[in-house]
């Protein structure tokens, strides 16, 4: 599967921003979907996830980020609001199985392929 994420950018604090992951090669819907964040200097990190209609967040993010995939379209979204300094950070789609569980969809080892991340800053 290959990966292509845009939709970062420099939006101010309490913006809202909508990343987006497009997918190529094998079948989309056979994976579980997920995002994860990398701030400078820190390990990347867990933020979302999306398996069949289950989706999942980190506690960071839950209530001001929305996961959503369209399989038609082979692609999945990230509803960013009500943004923050600390939000700011590359942004990476990545898929995993599809038999992925829960706790294993927070784990960076879980996922098989990774796009190339997109930027979002977000300024106080």
């Known amino acids: 599967v290959q990966l292509q994420a845009c939709g970062g950018g420099l939006v101010q604090a309490g913006g809202s921003l909508r990343l987006s992951c497009a997918a190529s090669g094998r079948t989309f819907s056979n994976y579980a979907m997920g995002w994860f964040r990398q701030a400078p200097g820190k390990e990347r990190q867990f933020v979302a996830a999306i398996r069949l209609t289950n989706t999942y967040y980190a506690s960071s993010v839950k209530g001001r980020f929305t996961i959503s995939r369209d399989n038609a379209k082979r692609a999945v979204s990230l509803q960013i609001n009500s943004l923050k300094p600390e939000d700011t950070a590359v942004y990476f789609c990545?898929?995993?199985?599809?038999?992925?569980?829960?706790?294993?969809?927070?784990?960076?080892?879980?996922?098989?392929?990774w796009g190339q991340g997109t930027q979002v800053t977000v300024s106080s």
């Open positions: 990545a898929a995993a199985p599809i038999t992925a569980i829960q706790s294993l969809l927070m784990t960076i080892t879980s996922y098989d392929y």
